[in-house]
């Protein structure tokens, strides 16, 4: 047989990462190595004592450091202006010598972000939404980040008991191209996941859905939570039973309300697991087996929590913005690293046994946030998922659009047969115990409101520029 013929013969190759993998579904097969280093790693330093992890962080920081400023040319500037030398950082403290990293700047300066040491083919360029509907691109390390990403995200889901050869049914936006012809998902084989589409989830085709998720059994349900959330709903208000097979609720890349865990645990009578994340890969927490604090990863990033005034917030229930140092990204360095994202810290310890630092809550995106007419800020999340079931009659859809402080429209896609003023009154009555006084209010009725490209459910279109506190 000549070698073409040989090629011909194999099973069609499956492109995973950077790995090529014929025929085979064993993961032990389709993830790499960079892959099981990561995991191996993580699955003995997540038992690691507080000065044990605190060591490593410094250690990585030292390591991350020198990179930036031998091959950054961006971190050389920042350096050199403030006339700083590595030696100059020797704790975590000293770190507040260096500025803070912005979404601003990131656009501003990205080529000069880019490490120099690394040759083209060797860096993707990633875009990432971002709340504020402004795309902010960066580099990832090719395959490399993907594989430790999932290296992180296996390892967070295993304390719910997911195993890597688990069925999943995904519903994070992915786009189906089946879709358009009513077959609303499709099968990968290669992760054993029926991944859903997010943009065609109706009363009419929910029935589909979940004819089709009971048909595949799957161990567990990946899903952004605004996606999951709706068929939630839809689910509550028709009785419908939940999947006896599913295990838990895998929620990430959005904030998860606490009104909304509820209406899921309900709904699928399973556990729900949350955990926070960036395509930034900057910081990663998640919560445990024990409790729905987020646990920080310090193997993944240096957190910050940075109160109004600028200072850490390190009190309980002192609102923080996440201020965050990559420690895997030798590509395209994310350090101090303005995240844009609010967070309770605790200061406690959880029983599950990790020395982890630990968040609260996880309070959202700056980007999800009202502007009251004195500048002070009303989270819209909680307003919107706080609203009981039975009340949600009237209206199929909603989303806040804010252009002017102490103002917004609601559009809405209307429900039922009432007259516009009627609807009208109905909507501002929903919102008017948190809203009043604070923000004037006015409805508008639109046809459709359209997801994301990323397949999200924006509940605000904020168009203010938001700032936590100030700029250091
Ligand atoms: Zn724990």
């Known amino acids: 047989m000549c070698l073409k013929d040989f090629a011909k013969s194999l099973p069609h190759p499956v492109k995973q990462g950077l790995y090529y993998v014929y025929g085979s579904t064993s993961p032990r097969f389709r993830y790499g190595k960079v892959f099981w280093q990561t995991y191996n790693f993580l699955q003995e330093s997540q038992w690691w004592s507080r000065e044990k992890l605190e060591e490593y962080q410094m250690q990585q920081l030292e390591k991350l450091l020198r990179h930036a400023y031998e091959n950054v040319p961006y971190y050389r500037r920042v350096f050199d202006e403030r006339g700083l030398k590595l030696k100059d950082i020797q704790d975590f403290d000293d770190l507040k010598k260096l500025p803070y990293l912005t979404k601003e700047i990131v656009r501003e300066n990205l080529p000069d972000l880019m490490a120099r040491n690394y040759p083209k083919s060797k860096v993707r360029h990633v875009t990432t939404g971002g709340s504020t509907g402004i795309p902010l691109g960066f580099y990832h390390e090719k395959g490399a980040s993907e594989a430790k990403e999932r290296a992180f995200i296996i ?6 008991n997911f195993k890597m050869d688990d069925r999943c049914v995904v519903l994070r936006g992915n786009v189906v191209h089946s879709a358009n012809k009513g077959k609303f998902w499709e099968y990968d084989p290669l992760n054993k996941n029926l991944v859903l589409s997010s943009y065609h989830m109706t009363n009419e085709t929910f029935p589909k859905y979940i004819a089709k998720i009971r048909e595949s059994r799957p161990d567990f349900i990946q899903a952004y939570p605004s996606a999951i959330t709706i068929l939630a709903r839809f689910m509550k ?49 998640g919560e445990c087996e024990k409790s729905t604090y987020y646990h920080i990863q310090p193997e993944y990033g240096i957190v910050e929590l940075i109160n109004k005034d600028g200072n850490p917030a390190t009190n309980e229930d002192e609102l923080g913005e996440i201020v965050a140092s990559g420690v895997s990204n030798f590509v395209c360095p994310f350090i101090r690293y303005r995240t844009g994202d609010l ?23 700056l980007q999800e946030f009202i502007v009251a007419n004195d500048g002070s800020l009303i989270a819209l999340g909680p307003a919107i998922f706080g609203i009981h079931d039975t009340e949600w009659t009237k209206v199929k859809q909603i989303q806040f659009l804010q252009e002017i ?15 516009d003023a009627e609807t009208a009154a109905y909507v501002l009555r929903l919102f008017k115990a948190r809203f009043a006084g604070r923000c004037k209010l006015d409805v508008k009725f639109v ?26």
């Open 237 to 285: 208000k028709n009785n419908i039973e939940p999947f006896s097979s599913v295990k838990a609720l895998l929620c990430g890349s959005e904030n998860l309300y606490s009104c909304q865990r509820e209406l899921l645990e309900e709904v699928f009578q399973c556990k729900v697991y949350s955990w926070y994340g960036h395509s930034e890969q900057a910081a990663l927490a």
């Open 343 to 365: 967070a309770i810290p605790s200061n406690g310890k959880c029983e599950c046994g990790r020395n982890y630092p630990l968040l609260k809550r996880v309070e959202g995106r």
């Open 447 to 472: 046809d459709h409101i359209p997801r994301t490209k990323s397949g999200k459910f924006r509940f605000l279109v904020q168009k203010l520029p938001i700032e936590f506190g100030r700029k250091k």
């Open 405 to 419: 402080p102490g103002e917004s429209v609601i559009k809405v896609v209307k429900g039922s047969s009432c007259s």
């Open 155 to 160: 390892t967070l889901w295993h304390r719910v």
